[in-house]
C-alpha cells in the first residue's frame, strides 16, 4: 500500500526566505506526482504536476523535484511572502492500470511566512 | 465561474438524519472524484465516475455512502444515518482522462454531525 510521508509537518519562517518542503512515497510504481496548496478551509488548488519521467517543473517562484527511484520530491519556494502562507500536500498518482486520479496525498506542511 | 462547484459549503446536522451533497464538475470533464479530509490529515479517496459509471469504491465508502453520476455532469453524495466519525470535509475534484489527468478540485463541504 503506498503512504505518502511530508516533511517537515510545520514550518514558520520569515518573508524573503528561501525554503524546501519535503515529501517522500513509498512505492515508486507511480504515474505522476503533484504539489497542492490549501488554504484553511477551502478545496486543494494544483501548484505543479510532474510525470514520472519527469525530473522537475517550475512555476514562478515554485520548483518541484522528483527522484522516481528513491521515492522522494521536494518543493522549493523561493523569495517567500507571507501570501505564501498554507497547507501544502504532496500527491501521487497510481501506475496505469487504474484511476491516475486517485491519489494517494500526504499530511502536508502547514507553512507559515511572518512579514 | 468555471470551476468545480460543491454546495453546500457547511452542512450540520443531527446523529442519524440523512443529507446528501452535490458537485458541479468543470462542463468538459469526463471524470469525477469524491474525497474525504478530516482535520489535520490529508484528503482521502472515496470514489470515482468516469461519465455516468461509478468505476471504483474505496473500502472507506461503507453501505451508508452512495454517490450518482445521472447523466454524466453534477454528482451527489449521500449519507444514511449519519455518525459523528462523518464529520469531515468532503472534495469533489474533475478532470479530463487526458494528458497526465490534472485534478481540479472544488471548496469543499464541511460537514458538522452533531
Known amino acids: 500500500k503506498q503512504e505518502v510521508t511530508q516533511i517537515p509537518a510545520a514550518l514558520s519562517v520569515p518573508e524573503g526566505e528561501n525554503l524546501v518542503l519535503n515529501c517522500s512515497f513509498t512505492d515508486s510504481a507511480i504515474y505522476n506526482l503533484q504539489w497542492f496548496r490549501q488554504d484553511p478551509g477551502k478545496g486543494l488548488t494544483s501548484l505543479l504536476l510532474i510525470q514520472s519521467s519527469q525530473r522537475e517543473q517550475t512555476s514562478g517562484r515554485l520548483n518541484a523535484s522528483l527522484d522516481k527511484s528513491s521515492g522522494r520530491s521536494t518543493l522549493y519556494i523561493a523569495a517567500s511572502q507571507p501570501g505564501d502562507s498554507a497547507t501544502y500536500l504532496c500527491a501521487v498518482s497510481p501506475p496505469s492500470g487504474t484511476s491516475y486520479g486517485k491519489l494517494t496525498f500526504g499530511q502536508g506542511t502547514i507553512l507559515t511566512v511572518h512579514p | 465561474d468555471t470551476g468545480v462547484s460543491q454546495d453546500p459549503r457547511h452542512k450540520i446536522t443531527k446523529r442519524g438524519q440523512n443529507v446528501t451533497f452535490r458537485c458541479d464538475p468543470i462542463?468538459?470533464?469526463?471524470?469525477l472524484y469524491w474525497y474525504r479530509q478530516t482535520l489535520g490529515q490529508g484528503p482521502e479517496f472515496l470514489t470515482y465516475?468516469?461519465?455516468?459509471?461509478?468505476?471504483?469504491k474505496s473500502r472507506l465508502l461503507s453501505d451508508r455512502f452512495s454517490a450518482e453520476r445521472p447523466k454524466g455532469s453534477f454528482s451527489t453524495l449521500e449519507i444514511q444515518r449519519t455518525e459523528q466519525g462523518d464529520s469531515a470535509m468532503y472534495l469533489c475534484a474533475s478532470s479530463l482522462m487526458v494528458g497526465g489527468e490534472k485534478l481540479f478540485f472544488g471548496s469543499g463541504t464541511q460537514l458538522s454531525v452533531l
Open positions: 462542463s468538459e470533464h469526463n471524470r
Open positions: 465516475f468516469q461519465n455516468e459509471a461509478q468505476l471504483e
